[in-house]
């Protein structure tokens, strides 16, 4: 059987910085794990705008379509900021996920204990935390029609449409459902059915397909009292559903719970492929930070976390991400920081590639 293939887009800014030290993880656990895999690689964002006039060529479209999994750095920077909308950097990483119907996005948030004093609730709130939001991401209030600004007697109004459709609401509760099974089996639904007909829809349908899952304690929030769940008590969620709009406040909410965006990692889902993996992207929350580009100041953590989703959530090697988890967590306790992480007087930073060799260093103590 051929190997699992991987396509890596490193994109802009710090993405090709933080990709190399990933690059160095994929190699060790194809030396030291037997777990090997195709990897190509090929340009997103500005970087494909310089060779080819466009953000993604069809080429690169094509190659994420056939790959098992597409690992992507980031896109954008100030150089770009001039271009015409249509070719903006940003609108590579779109095309990738509207081609590929990226419909669950998932947004862990996750507090490694040697980091709970860097966030900014109490250290006992967050200590420990291991929750994972799943956002729809392809519909809803952000592509529902109408939209736009139109003249209306003698002023302006602005209009945006919610709108979900039953089967869209489905595929994204079941794909929380599936993560659910493999976690704790504790998931709670977020909308808000008490002001919103779509929210009464989303109720319904979760409802019905948790009756697929009876394992799975489901329960019900209206998404404003979920985000004052999330700051006040974070830790009664495990796995927690909700809609694109609200998915994308209350992802940003818990995500930063836990300290710094050099930190987070994401995944994109769609439906399965031929071979049973899902069409997927795995890529880290922040941007290209032009600002430490270039500089080796860049946290590679959140693309190498996102390797680790790869590897769960592609390539069902739980074991050998939990492995990846752990290392990391590892060399965080050893006091191990990038300038991300440290506050003015705690000392000297590693750079990017000595933050990567000291995980390889941590997951060769792991065997
Ligand atoms: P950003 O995430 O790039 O940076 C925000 C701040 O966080 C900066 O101070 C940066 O130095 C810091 N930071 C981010 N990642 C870090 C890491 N791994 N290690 C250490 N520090 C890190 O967001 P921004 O400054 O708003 O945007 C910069 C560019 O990135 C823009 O062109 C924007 O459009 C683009 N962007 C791309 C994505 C993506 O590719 N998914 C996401 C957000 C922003």
């Known amino acids: ?215 799975v304690e489901l329960s019900h929030m209206y998404a404003d009292n979920g985000a004052m769940q999330l700051v006040r008590a974070p830790k009664q969620f495990d796995v927690i559903v909700t809609d694109n709009l609200f998915g994308d406040i209350l992802s940003d909410c818990a995500a930063m719970l836990t300290g710094s965006l050099g930190m987070l990692p994401s995944a994109s889902l769609g439906a399965p492929m031929a071979n049973g993996r899902p069409k997927a992207m795995y890529e880290p929350v922040h941007g290209s930070a032009p600002d430490i580009a270039g500089q080796g100041k860049a946290n590679p953590i959140a693309c190498i976390l996102s390797f680790a989703m790869a590897l769960r959530y592609s390539f069902d090697q739980g074991d050998e991400a939990t492995r990846l988890e752990a290392a990391i967590e590892k060399v965080l306790a050893d006091g191990v920081r990038t300038a991300d992480l440290m506050g003015p007087d705690d000392g000297t930073p590693v750079s990017t590639s000595e933050m990567g060799d000291k995980i390889i260093e941590a997951l060769d103590a792991s065997l």
């Open 1 to 215: 059987m051929s190997n699992p293939s991987i396509l890596i887009l490193p994109g802009d800014g710090i993405g090709p910085e933080v990709m190399a030290e990933v690059r160095k993880v994929i190699d060790w656990f194809g030396a030291k794990r037997d777990l090997a895999f195709d990897v190509s690689e090929d340009l997103v964002g500005g970087a494909a705008y310089d060779k080819h006039g466009v953000p993604l060529a069809d080429e690169t479209m094509a190659k994420a379509q056939e790959v098992d999994a597409v690992l992507l750095g980031a896109v954008g920077g100030p150089k770009y900021d001039v271009l015409d909308f249509s070719v903006k950097p940003e609108r590579g990483l779109l095309r990738l996920r509207k081609e590929m119907d990226l419909f669950a996005n998932l947004r862990p948030a996750q507090c490694f204990d040697a980091l709970a004093d860097f966030s900014s609730l109490k250290k006992d709130i967050v200590a420990g935390l291991d929750i994972m939001i799943v956002r729809e991401l392809t519909s809803g209030i952000y592509f529902g029609e109408p939209r736009g600004i139109f003249e209306e007697g003698n002023e302006r109004v602005g209009i945006n449409t919610q709108r979900y459709t039953e089967s869209e609401i489905e595929r994204a509760a079941r794909a929380a459902f599936e993560l659910a099974m493999k976690r704790n089996k504790k998931l709670c639904s977020m909308e808000k059915a008490n002001v919103m007909e779509s929210g009464i829809l989303w109720r319904e349908v979760v409802t019905r397909v948790g009756q697929d899952y009876p394992e």
